[in-house]
């Protein structure tokens, strides 16, 4: 399947997208509203809730705002790179879950990110009252999965004459 036929399927199939399918397809956080599909051997994510999809834009992009400095990216309207999406999604809920929690360490994986959310919001106000201090920290310190290093055979040094 060529990449704009898949484009295509996917918006068909995909009517109501998650804003965290990065973070669900690395397996750095799971949602009880999240339902996965496929298409061409390719998994997907999307949201089985309207209010939980709006609840997740709105606090992905007050990380993205809020995270332009760390992340040193400052227009706003273009997509971010894979690795600097990952670190405003996984960081970001990271982020909240200290700010929720502080006597704990950052979770290595979020359980489910409709209830963080919902219960950040129950204790905030609202998802903009959060503490952005230390969602920042995680998004500055999330790191991704470390490039392997693809390496040729080994050559043996050249004999002498």
């Not at 061409?40 to 089985?48: D, I, L, S, T």
């Not at 704990?104 to 952005?132: H, M």
């Amino acid at each position: 399947m060529d990449q704009e036929m898949f484009r295509q399927a996917y918006k068909a199939i995909n009517e109501r997208f998650c804003p965290y399918e990065k973070t669900l397809l690395t397996r750095n956080g799971d949602c009880a509203r999240a339902e996965r599909f496929c298409i061409a051997e390719r998994e997907g994510v999307r949201c089985n809730d309207d209010a939980a999809q709006a609840r997740c834009e709105a606090f992905l992009a007050l990380a993205r705002q809020n995270a332009r400095f760390a992340l040193k990216a400052t227009d706003q309207r273009t997509a971010l790179p894979h690795a600097k999406a990952m670190r405003v999604q996984v960081g970001g809920l990271r982020g909240l879950q200290v700010a929720l929690t502080p006597d704990r360490p950052p979770p290595g994986r979020i359980p489910d990110i409709d209830r963080l959310l919902n219960e950040a919001r129950d204790r905030f106000g609202d998802l903009a009252s959060a503490p952005f201090q230390p969602i920042i920290q995680q998004i500055a310190a999330f790191q991704g999965r470390k490039r392997s290093v693809v390496r040729g055979p080994k050559s043996s040094p050249p004999k002498a004459p």
